[in-house]
Nanobody, 113 residues
Framework: VQLQACGGGSVQAGGSLTLSCETS????????MAWYRQAPGKQRELVAG???????NYADSVKGRFTISRDNAKNMVYLQMNDLKPEDTGVYYC????????WGQGTQVTVSS
């Protein structure tokens, strides 16, 4: 299994980023997927999920600002992040909603005020 997240960066509050996750070694269409983040000194938390049937769910803190999507044909999962806030800072990972033990290296998002 490979879960390669990319697209992070440093932005000012109010800015936008789009994260991408390239998956391999899994049949993406059979899996509900999610984006997680780990802020400094905090536990990893689920930010957004998308089911096999394209249903979505979001943490309250990101509702209305983040959009998760998937492209099974390309084995990709995306996270569009708008109106970013300093509290969105952290390392973002993609994984299944029932996560593998393997997490990949994630991608750093830093939002400055």
């Amino acid at each position: 299994v490979q879960l390669q997240a990319c697209g992070g960066g440093s932005v000012q509050a109010g800015g936008s980023l789009t994260l991408s996750c390239e998956t391999s070694g899994i049949t993406l269409r059979l899996n509900s997927m999610a984006w997680y983040r780990q802020a400094p000194g905090k536990q990893r938390e689920l930010v957004a999920g998308v089911t096999r049937n394209y249903g979505t769910n979001y943490a309250d803190s990101v509702k209305g600002r983040f959009t998760i999507s998937r492209d099974n044909a390309k084995n990709m999962v995306y996270l569009q992040m708008n109106d970013l806030k300093p509290e969105d800072t952290g390392v973002y990972y993609c994984n299944r909603m029932n996560p593998f033990n393997y997490w990949g290296q994630g991608t750093q998002v830093t939002v400055s005020s």
